[in-house]
């Protein structure tokens, strides 16, 4: 654990979901092959592996699903995604995904420990997910965690997602928190590009998907195990 995090003490937190707070890649997985199934060969009958959905997510719906598709076509020598292929994938996707969000996912070691403590010592909380916004609500419901946030802002909630700094500088705009005084917390370099465009510090957990890439790599300025170790106190 490195927690050298050379910084003020916070005024809020903003924190990634996926890879973050909950493990998702079982949602995922199973939204996923039922999308494909739905969809013409050689689509019906590609198998996804969670390993593949680690890699894939942090970026959006959109461009899961386009990934995965170039990925199946690849495994079968095509290289001409249609872009009516696409959208009915998504179409599928989005239909699929309510009724298994939360289903096949499980809150991380620590969050919950972690979140408690943050909101004792009086610390607001805004969660900042590329996930859509009804999506992400559902989700922290089912979990037991949208109680704790104050704001939730989704990949459809401003025009662009993650790494564009847009999402956090919208809640820092919404609550009034000053982007240098607000910490970024997430699992990838996804939250370090922004926050470093907006101007936020940013704290990385390990446990995450960062795009199957080692998250020491990402350049965070802190790393903690789990949010239980939280560097609130002045240094």
């Known amino acids: 654990m490195n927690t050298v995090l050379h910084a003020a003490p916070p005024q809020g937190l903003l924190l990634d979901l996926d890879g973050t707070l909950v493990d998702t890649r079982g949602d995922f997985q199973q939204a996923l092959q039922r999308m494909l199934a739905q969809l013409p060969a050689p689509y019906a009958s590609f198998v996804v592996e969670l390993e593949q959905v680690e890699h894939l997510v ?5 461009h899961l699903v386009r990934s995965l598709l170039a990925q199946v076509q690849r495994s079968h020598g095509l290289h001409t995604l249609e872009e009516s292929m696409v959208q009915q994938a998504l179409q599928a996707y989005m ?4 009724h298994i969000n939360g289903h096949y996912s499980t809150v991380y070691a620590g969050v919950q420990a972690g979140l408690q403590r943050c909101q004792q010592q009086g610390l607001p909380m805004a969660c900042v997910t590329n996930k859509p916004e009804r999506f992400a609500r559902d989700l922290l419901q089912a979990k037991g965690l949208l109680g ?10 401003v025009a662009r997602k993650k790494p564009d700094p847009m999402p956090l500088l919208h809640a820092c705009s919404t609550l009034g928190w000053a982007p240098a005084r607000t910490w970024m917390v997430g699992d990838s370099s996804n939250d370090v590009v922004a926050a470093r465009a907006a101007g936020c510090p940013v704290l990385l957990v390990p446990y995450g998907y960062n795009h199957g890439e080692s998250v020491q790599s990402a350049g965070a300025d802190a790393y903690i195990d789990t949010l239980e170790q939280l560097p609130l106190a002045a240094p």
Not at 148 to 157: C, E, I, N
């Open 58 to 62: 942090g970026k959006g719906t959109e």
């Open 95 to 98: 239909a699929h995904y309510p």
């Open 148 to 157: 704790y946030f104050q704001l939730v802002v989704g990949g459809d909630t």
